[in-house]
């Protein structure tokens, strides 16, 4: 893996592994933070050998509590806008929208864009004393990378306006019982179920997982482009050879051979 300033990359077995590594700073974003996420989500992009990601962050207290807020000291609206259509499109957006799977291991506080990245990966896992919240509004602004769509589409308009508009945290508990997180694990075993999650997955065709998350990204988008972008990826799935490998293995009575 190569060398980042704010993140350390790691392999295990189809599994990198992306660690936040701020800690002094609570793994908080900064423009090196985003420039070092999608350095490190190219090379994994590209790397047939990884079939899934994991992120999480350094230290004991944080996952990522929030922006820097020091770069948004004297920051014009136009300056905000620019960076809160980066975040979106090249961070946010990149990560909902990866091939293969994410996973945010969520170790301590995620807060403002760090709630915010958990929110673009696919699945979200914590620690049972993980704090999840969205204070914008007490800095007098709102979340500018997804925050206000994302969650929203997981736990529903009323919940998500609690959590945006009192800017207060909840437990992880909350989390789960509200659809936030699909798991809570020991931190001792965070990484862990997180790489069992993969590993299920790592067990289906590459081809057809990747072609159900396009589809799900799809349907959050426009419901009915969603339909057609799923049975358009459907028919494409008869034509690859993990598709044909999948039914001949069915028929035959024996585990598929995926890569």
């Not at 899934?52 to 820097?68: H, L, Q, S």
């Not at 004297?74 to 929208?97: C, D, L, P, W, Y």
């Not at 007098?140 to 009323?158: A, E, F, K």
Request: one cysteine or more.
């Amino acid at each position: 893996m190569e060398n980042y300033s704010t993140i350390l990359v790691s392999q295990d077995g189809k599994t990198a592994i992306i660690t936040l590594n701020r800690p002094d700073k609570m793994n908080a974003l900064n423009a090196a933070t985003f420039k070092d996420i999608i350095a490190a989500l190219e090379h994994i992009q590209q790397d047939a050998a990884i079939g899934g990601v994991i992120i999480t962050g350094a230290g004991e207290k944080a996952f990522i509590a929030g922006a820097d807020i020091q770069e948004f000291e004297g920051m014009t609206k136009q300056g905000a806008i620019e960076k809160a259509s980066f975040g979106h499109e090249q961070v946010m957006n990149r990560i909902q929208a990866f091939p293969k799977p994410i996973i945010a291991a969520i170790n301590g506080f995620a807060l403002g864009g760090g709630l915010e990245l958990a929110l673009a990966c696919h699945i979200r896992v914590a620690v049972p004393t993980a704090k999840l919240g969205l204070p914008e509004v007490s800095l007098g602004l709102i979340p500018g990378y997804g925050g206000t769509q994302r969650l929203t589409q997981l736990v529903g308009r009323g919940r998500a306006l609690e959590i945006i508009l009192t800017g207060d945290m909840i437990p992880a508990e909350q989390g789960l019982n509200w659809g936030l997180l699909n798991h809570i694990y020991e931190k001792e075993a965070l990484i862990s179920g997180a790489k069992a999650i993969l590993e299920r997955i790592y067990l289906r065709s590459p081809h057809a997982v990747g072609s159900a998350i396009a589809a799900v990204n799809t349907g959050i988008i426009d419901p009915v482009a969603g339909n057609k972008k799923e049975i358009d990826l459907f028919g494409s799935c008869f034509e690859h050879a993990e598709g044909k490998e999948g039914i001949a293995a069915f028929l035959e009575k024996r585990k598929p051979n995926f890569p």
